[in-house]
């Protein structure tokens, strides 16, 4: 089948896509912005509606980390909710979300992936795709197989996890005159492939329980916002993406609800710029 033809099927009709759009871009008061803000991001009242333009972020699991709150499923979904709802209010038209997630637990599995895609699309996201995120390389010797060459109860040992891409009301930003593209040509040829592969980082080494290697931000800025853009991180931990968008010369903004995290992903940045 064409692309033209999935477009016109019965299937796409379930897809309210906007013929014309106006767009919508506002001001982020300069004191607001390049600060990590330490309280619940269910509130971002710090920034206007429709001014930020790239969400990157890994959520808490809630699966016992020292942060976790031992919710209930529904109740972690609500938080889920509540703050991917609040960022859909914060973001600029064609502004984009990416959520990297891998799934929890063998008996049964947790599809988080699943429960975070229709969550995204109940609040009004439009889906552009997954990365499946190789991270074998760095994949410890882990013998979690369950029984041993039998069928009995063979058990998979997850070496991916997902980065789900969504985008607010529209599928292009905005080229605006005086923003700049970063990317490279070698870079884009590789990272628009949806799998990625780079090593997982020490939680030792950056002093929080689960961080994202730096690479995962520093692709996705490059690929989906222009230089100056305003990057987001509402569960940013230690400050990973909000690093990431001062190398790559983008203005941050980050939430995290334990303090030391806080400081942490301060000092991170203090030590960059510095
Ligand atoms: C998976 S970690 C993020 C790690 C981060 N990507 C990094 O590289 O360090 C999730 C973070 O969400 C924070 N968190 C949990 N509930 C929160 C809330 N309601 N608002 C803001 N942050 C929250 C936790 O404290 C934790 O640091």
Known sequence: MTQTKIYTSKLY???????KIEYIQEKIPSNNLNRIYCKSSKDMSELPDNSVNLMITSPPYNVGKEYDDDLTID????LLFNVFNETYNKLATGGRACINIANIGRKPYVPLHSMIIDIMLEIGFFMRGEIIWDKSASAGGSCAWGSWMSASNPVLRDVHEYILVFCKDSFSKKKVEYKKDT???DDFLEWTKSIWTFPAVSAKRVGHPAPFPI???HRLINLYSYEDDVVLDPFCGS???CLAAVKNNRNFVGYDVVEDYVELANKRIADFIL
């Open 183 to 185: 990317i490279s040509r």
């Open 239 to 241: 400050g990973t993406t």
């Open 215 to 217: 690479e995962l931000p």
């Open 13 to 19: 009709n379930a897809f309210n896509v906007p013929e």
């Open 75 to 78: 109740e972690y979904r609500n």
